[in-house]
């Protein structure tokens, strides 16, 4: 796939997570086979009035050749500005959130409520694109709900506003995470555009992988959840090396010792430890005893005793 001038090489890349994607996860995500990574996803306004906390979540490692950045909003002009900000010169991708469901972004009629309104997303792509030389992408939903289902004309309004690509995560916003991804919606919205298409939703191993590829005929794949604690599947699916759990979980907190201090580091793995374990037999003890410990080291040597 090429968006832009920019060529992917395996056609997978990792979906954005917020509060969980972070730079050290991306980081090892690419070493297995994604191409990219998209970043956490970035407030617009908060960029524009200089947050501190925002600026950080703008960290990127060495390896990611093709760095994407994720901003949402619902002011043209405050996108606009945001998109031409010189903290984001190292980005080679500008994508816009337009799927997200959490009540806090579409109460403001940001992330998938802009699905409700079409002429203002289609004003918002307008001024990203027209803010600069990158290619500007938009990752949204099938539509609102089930009886909104509107992810066709809204590929179509994304191409003809000047977007480079899109994904679709083949779900509405009322359904959040649940249900079943619907695949031939996501088939419908690759053939009404010329634009490349990223597929997003429910690909948790090679034959998911391969059978979304085959039902959308799409141009590349995105995946989310199945990655979280498994960064072995894009290594899996390109036919990369065989890597442990314990591999894993050590290059994680190395990485992110290199960006974060250990304050951030204890609170912040706990959630992926318990990802690491998910699916170990007989691990109650430990995963209760990682879910609330404060130290790092500690639960990397209990997490020894029954991960490889
Ligand atoms: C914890 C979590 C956080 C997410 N944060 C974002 C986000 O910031 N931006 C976004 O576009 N999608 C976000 N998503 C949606 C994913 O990118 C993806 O579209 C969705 O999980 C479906 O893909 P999957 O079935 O492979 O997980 C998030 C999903 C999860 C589970």
Same mark, same amino acid.
């Given at each position: 796939m090429k968006i832009g001038n920019i060529e992917f090489k395996n056609n997978l890349i990792l979906a954005p997570m917020a509060g969980v994607t972070d730079v050290a996860f991306r980081s090892i995500c690419i070493s297995c086979g994604a191409d990219a990574a998209v970043g956490e996803l970035i407030s617009a306004k908060a960029l524009v009035y200089q947050n501190k906390k925002t600026q950080e979540m703008l960290v990127t490692s060495p390896?990611? $050749?093709i760095k994407i950045v994720q901003l949402f909003g619902s002011e043209p002009d405050v996108m606009a500005k945001a998109v031409k900000l010189?903290? %984001? $010169? $190292?980005?080679d991708i500008i994508d816009i959130n337009m *799927?997200?469901?959490?009540p806090k972004i579409v109460n403001n009629g940001e992330g998938a409520a802009l699905m409700k309104d079409i002429n203002l997303a289609e004003q918002i792509i307008r001024a990203c694109v027209n803010a600069t030389d990158k290619p500007v992408t938009v990752k949204f939903r099938l539509g609102w709900d089930s009886k909104r289902i509107n992810c066709v004309e809204f590929a179509r309004m994304c191409e003809r506003a000047g977007a480079s690509a899109i994904t679709v995560? @083949? /779900?509405? /916003? #009322?359904m959040f995470y649940s249900g079943k991804a619907d695949w031939g919606m996501i088939a419908k919205v690759k053939s009404a555009v010329h634009i490349p298409v990223i597929a997003n939703g429910d690909v948790s191993n090679i034959e998911s992988y391969n059978s979304i590829l085959k039902k959308t005929h799409c141009d590349a794949v995105m995946i989310g /959840?199945?990655? %979280? @604690?498994?960064?072995?599947i894009f290594a899996d699916i390109v036919g990369g090396t065989k890597h442990t759990k314990m591999y894993y979980v050590k290059k994680h907190v190395k990485l992110l010792r290199k960006y974060y201090p250990e304050r951030f580091i204890v609170a912040h793995m706990r959630k992926h430890f318990l990802w690491y374990l998910? *699916?170990?037999? #007989? *691990?109650a003890e430990i995963k209760a005893k990682v879910s609330v410990s404060d130290n790092v080291d500690n639960s990397i040597e209990l997490m020894q005793t029954v991960l490889k």
């Open positions: 390896n990611e $050749k010189p903290q %984001l $010169k $190292k980005f *799927g997200c469901p959490a995560h @083949g /779900r509405t /916003r #009322d /959840r199945a990655t %979280l @604690g498994n960064p072995q998910k *699916g170990i037999k #007989d *691990g």
